[in-house]
């Protein structure tokens, strides 16, 4: 079921991901640069069944490699060390992300070919929309 997210995926709508950024603590300098970055992601799965997601921006790149169902550690973009675990139901791969008792999260499905992410945040909701690239 993973194998529809794989592909590169370039960004074509942001909605709110300012105040999502806001919402997880990040700096007024690293939101006005991660808000207004246009990133590609990446998604590949190897044969055993690791899911690499890559995030490649101008300004930085990041890695996650994961497995479903399986917890692992995440150092974020702003630096931020995380708990995850990654989920598939109903075709939404959901990722739980805690650390120092907050917690976020990203629910990644492909729907007529967009790649959506929605990031919630406590009451905070962030909806970026991938195309093909």
Request: charged share 30%.
């Amino acid at each position: 079921m993973a194998e529809k997210f794989v592909g590169t995926w370039k960004l074509v709508e942001s909605e709110n991901f300012d105040e999502y950024l806001k919402a997880l603590g990040v700096g007024f300098a690293l939101r006005q640069i991660a808000s207004r970055a246009k990133p590609n992601q990446v998604v590949t799965l190897d044969a055993d069944g690791t899911i690499t997601i890559k995030t490649l921006t101008t300004f930085k790149n990041t890695e996650i490699k994961f497995k479903l169902n399986e917890e692992f550690e995440q150092i974020t973009g702003d630096d931020r060390k995380t708990k995850n675990l990654v989920t598939l139901d109903n075709g939404v791969m959901i990722q739980r992300q805690t650390w120092d008792d907050k917690e976020t999260t990203m629910e990644r499905e492909v729907v007529d070919d967009k790649f959506i992410v929605r990031c919630k945040a406590g009451d905070v909701l962030s909806v970026r929309t991938y195309a093909r690239a």
